[in-house]
Each structure stands twice: as C-alpha cells, then as structure tokens.
C-alpha cells in the first residue's frame, strides 16, 4: 500500500483529532485495554503490531499531528459535542463539528475495518495506533463540548503554587499530581494496576453499546464539571476541588480503557 492511500485513510476515519489527557493518561488507558483483550483479539492485533505493546502507540496521534503528511488529518482542535441534554446524535455532529469528532472516527473505523484482513496490513496498523487515542481523547472531561458551552477551559488558574490553565490540568497536571502522590513516581504500569479494578458487571454496564453511547456517558459524567470553575476570573484549585475532580477524571480513564478494550475486541475478536 502507497502512502498516500495511508494518509487518505486518516482523512476519512479522523478528519482532525484533539490533544488529551497527557502522556500518563494515554499510556495508562491504553495498558487498561490491553489487560482487557480477548485472546483471539490480541493476536490478532499482534499480527499487525508485532507484539508492540498498544501504550506505546497511544501518542501517535499527537505526536504526528503536525507532520506534513498527516496534519490536514490529525491537527487541530477538535472533540465531540453533545447537546445540552447529553446526546450526541449524527445531526449534531454534523451541525457543530462537520463529522470531525471522534465519535464519527469510531464509526467510520468500525465500518472500514469489517473486512480488515483484506487491507494493507499499513493501514490496519494505522487504525490501530488510532483508536488507542481516540476513545482516551472523548472521555477527557476537557475534551467534551456542548453545544450551550465549548468547555475549551483556556483560561488560568492555580494549582500547586503554580498558573496552569484548567484544559491542562484535566489532560495532565490533575492525573499526574495524584499519581505521584500516590506512588512516588509517574508509571503508566503502576496507575494501570490501581485503575483496572473493575467487575465484569461494572466493566459490561460501561461498555455498552459503542462509540455514541460512550461519549453521552462522558457528557453526562463530566457536565457538572462546567460549575466547578468560574472561567471569569483566576481561583485556585484547592483540595476541596482536587477532591471532586481526582475521582471523575480516573473514572473517565477507566471507562476509556475498557471501551478501547471493547472496540478492538469488537473488531479484531472474530
């Protein structure tokens, strides 16, 4: 397969895919999944990979998105919208986001993927490397919009003694401050053991339905979050608010995880 049949594919599975949750989320979600695999999908994804492990392409997405070859499809700023009562029909993506969220990239994967062994083996290895990032990406909680309110989170506040703006603090300073509170060191392996605790009956519950299903839950989990901060002037992000913030955001991590688990099971365990 030429490379620009690759990149062409990139095109129309992920129009423009947003920057989340920091190396520590991405790579923790994606060893969450990777626990999670079928038998059979794994090996068959390890046809494709070579038995590299799935974190370590959790970050291709942001790492290639302003490369030459790939930014018209990987760059930008851009996430999945829902309404003001959580749902995220096609008519609403299309509306506010022109089909370029990542809801709409997990369809379109699913859909070109049914035959996937019938493609170039680049290509699959492609989807691979991007679904590890997508569903991570749209459970962020600063990477769900609504159509009442963008929640770009831009502005700045402190923590820690420190002005960072509140999008970053939910894609990296929040998990990270807590993890290394926690285990003296920033391991994705350490913080995947403490978050793949999940029952099967809590694991089945999260993971119902695909990819417009998981991003309504993310909206409804992380909408409140909207109240938290008043974006008008700088506050400090006290224990008060890292006290309501660590739980949700490892609980979105644990949803992601364990979503990714089920799409590549999904599509790789026949």
Request: aromatic share 10%; net charge positive.
């Amino acid at each position: 397969m030429k490379k620009i049949s690759i990149i062409a594919l990139a095109a129309l599975l992920i129009p423009q895919i947003a920057l989340g949750w920091g190396q520590l989320g991405h790579r923790t979600i994606a060893e969450i999944a990777e626990r999670n695999l079928t038998p059979k999908a794994k090996a068959n994804i390890e046809k494709y990979t070579g038995g590299t492990p799935l974190w370590k392409y959790s970050l291709f997405v942001d790492e290639y998105r302003n490369h030459p070859d790939y930014k018209e499809a990987l760059s930008g700023f851009h996430a999945s919208i829902a309404d003001s009562d959580c749902t995220s029909p096609q008519i609403i993506r299309d509306r506010y986001r022109d089909g370029k969220d990542g809801v709409t990239a997990m369809n379109n994967f699913r859909e070109q993927l049914k035959n996937y062994k019938e493609l170039p083996d680049s290509v699959v290895l492609y989807a691979i490397k991007c679904i590890t990032h997508v569903v991570a990406d749209f459970n962020c909680p600063s990477h769900v919009r609504y159509v009442d309110n963008a929640n770009k989170g831009g502005f700045v506040a402190i923590f820690e003694g420190k002005k960072v703006g509140v999008h970053r603090f939910w894609d990296t300073w929040l998990i990270q401050s807590t993890q290394k509170k926690r285990d003296g060191k920033l391991d994705h392996m350490r913080y995947a053991d403490h978050l793949n605790t999940m029952s099967k009956k809590q694991i089945k519950e999260v993971t119902k339905g695909w990819a417009q299903e998981w991003f309504e839950s993310a909206a409804r989990d992380c909408r409140p979050t909207l109240y938290w901060i008043d974006d008008r002037k700088i506050e400090k992000i006290d224990n008060k608010f890292v006290e309501k913030a660590t739980p949700l955001a490892e609980r979105q991590m644990q949803k992601a995880g364990y979503q990714m688990a089920k799409a590549l099971n999904t599509i790789f365990g026949k």
